[in-house]
């Protein structure tokens, strides 16, 4: 297919052209209610309409929409791909509520997002999960080892699926070729959540796509590392083991009924972007990395976290006895905004840049060394150890999840909660791993890993005031 079309621009700017009057949806009226205060988002929102005469409709695809979801089917060589307008949140609660079914056993890699957990209590499964290595680079833990799914396989054996997370939030892989036909042998089918590495599709240095590598689904928030905007995320069919009918049906009751046309607009021009980012553009994008990463070795006393196996697009900066929080407020001082930061470092994500394409990273390293200039802050000097009592081991829930929701819960001190059932979840976000999810047994780790959070001034999702209080939710 001529991947150089984009579509869904095409049918926007021939409908800008019939000079339209607005008597629909949405209220702006084609940016025409936005006054001088806000004048400059005008433009913008003349591209924000609805399911027009030769516009299409995202849940009844037949023109433009159709056609650019055909490229990117034909992109990323899948069975069937589609656009999602509400992120991979949706993609991973679709992904989960069309292949498992209430009471299936399905192995799941602990550190997964939050959305994958919530597509697993909606689904009424019995998750077994599986943690992960600790990355001794890192020090988070990373990918899972084959041998804990094999071992999981052996212990239980009416499983349904296998879900994954690859790469990790820092870009980190596993070998997910081995897990893939570790699964297949047994027919399990793999679902994985690629949110981070939609530009895998590249090819070297880039990580193998979880698409070729032959997932049998997988989802990829566009917006986190190709020009697409907020929730724009893509959903890959990439096997016959997955009905195509159940997968359309799940995205039609999860998703918004107006999908965003600014959002599709987007995702149609990402796979444009990617589709015809050349190997001078690749070879242009790692030269402006590396210059940049070399400039940053020369800032003492940082220091950089070399990325090995896995994306070339994140680097992980640290300073030895200052937490990632204290440098994140540093360098946000002097302008410089990092993706997120945890106990030992900040997270850097790169742009994929086509050749020529001026990035300000000269200006990036001349605030950083100004941030460097004026003595950072320097913490306790507390090292933090990462938990590996799990390491390797497979565990189901303390209580499925059809039982949490007749058992009564309490608020007790998280000083005095080992060894209770939590009943909620606690979200350091970003990464929006939770570090406990309800029906998970707290222990002792658990209860320093969040107390520690609270100290360093960690952001949580969901009940942070209530753990601020050092309280939290168990069952009784
Ligand atoms: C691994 C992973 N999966 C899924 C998501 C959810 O993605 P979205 O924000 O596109 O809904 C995130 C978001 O950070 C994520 O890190």
């Known amino acids: 297919m001529n991947q150089e079309i984009l579509p869904i621009y095409n049918a926007l700017n021939e409908f800008k052209q019939k000079d339209p009057i607005s008597f629909h949806v949405p209220g702006h009226k084609n940016g025409y209610l936005i ?47 589609y656009f999602l307008v509400n992120g991979s949140t949706v993609g991973n609660l679709a992904m989960v509520l069309s292949v498992c079914n209430e ?81 297949h042998s047994h027919d399990i089918p793999v679902l994985v959540d690629e949110a981070h590495g939609a530009h895998f599709r590249l090819g070297n240095p880039f990580p193998p796509s979880a698409v070729e590598l032959g997932a049998d689904m997988v989802v990829h928030s566009a917006h986190k590392t190709l020009p697409a905007m907020t929730m724009g ?68 006393p940082l220091k950089v976290k070399e990325q090995k196996n896995g994306d070339p697009l994140k680097v992980s900066i640290y300073v030895e006895g200052v937490s990632g929080f204290e440098l994140q407020k540093v360098l946000e001082e002097n302008g410089v905004y990092g993706e997120l930061a945890d106990s030992y470092q900040v997270l850097f994500i790169f742009p994929l840049l086509k050749r020529g394409t001026t990035y300000p990273y000269t200006e990036a390293l001349l605030r ?50 080992i060894n209770r059932i939590a009943a909620e979840m606690v979200i350091p976000y970003p990464p929006g791993i939770p570090l406990l999810m309800p029906g998970e047994e707290i222990t002792k780790k658990h209860m320093q890993a969040i107390s520690r959070l609270l100290e360093e001034n960690a952001n949580f999702q969901g009940n942070s005031q209530q753990l601020k209080k050092g309280v939290i939710r168990v069952f009784s």
Do not use: W
């Open 103 to 183: 009471g299936d056993y399905v192995a799941v890699q602990r550190n997964c997002h939050k959305s994958i957990l919530n597509a697993l209590k909606l689904a009424k499964v019995h998750p077994l999960f599986i943690y992960p290595e600790i990355d001794q680079e890192l020090g988070m833990p990373g990918g899972i080892e084959p041998g804990s799914l094999k071992n999981t396989f052996s212990k239980y054996k009416a499983i349904k699926a296998v879900i994954v997370t690859y790469p990790n939030y820092y870009g980190k892989t596993c070998d997910l070729k081995a897990i893939i036909e570790l699964a």
């Open 35 to 81: 006054g001088e205060r806000c004048k400059n988002i005008q433009q913008f929102l003349e591209k924000d309409v609805t399911e027009l005469t030769g516009l299409d409709d995202l849940h009844s695809p037949e023109g433009a929409i159709k056609e650019a979801m055909e490229l990117l089917t034909d992109y990323y060589g899948t069975v069937k791909s």
């Open 368 to 417: 950083i060394q100004a941030a460097f200039e004026n003595n950072i802050p320097v913490s306790q000097g507390k090292t933090v150890e990462s938990d590996s009592s799990f390491i390797r081991s497979v565990r189901p829930l303390a209580i499925t999840y059809k039982e949490m929701e007749y058992t009564p819960k309490e608020t007790i001190q998280i000083s005095n909660s």
């Open 233 to 300: 995320s893509y959903l890959h069919i990439n096997s016959r083991r997955i009905s195509v009918s159940k997968v359309e049906e799940y995205l039609g009751i999860l998703q918004s009924s107006s999908p965003s046309y600014p959002i599709m607009l987007s995702l149609d021009f990402a796979r444009y972007f990617l589709a015809t980012f050349s190997r001078e553009d690749i070879e242009f994008t790692m030269q402006e990395i590396k210059g940049f990463v070399d400039g940053l070795k020369r800032v003492s």
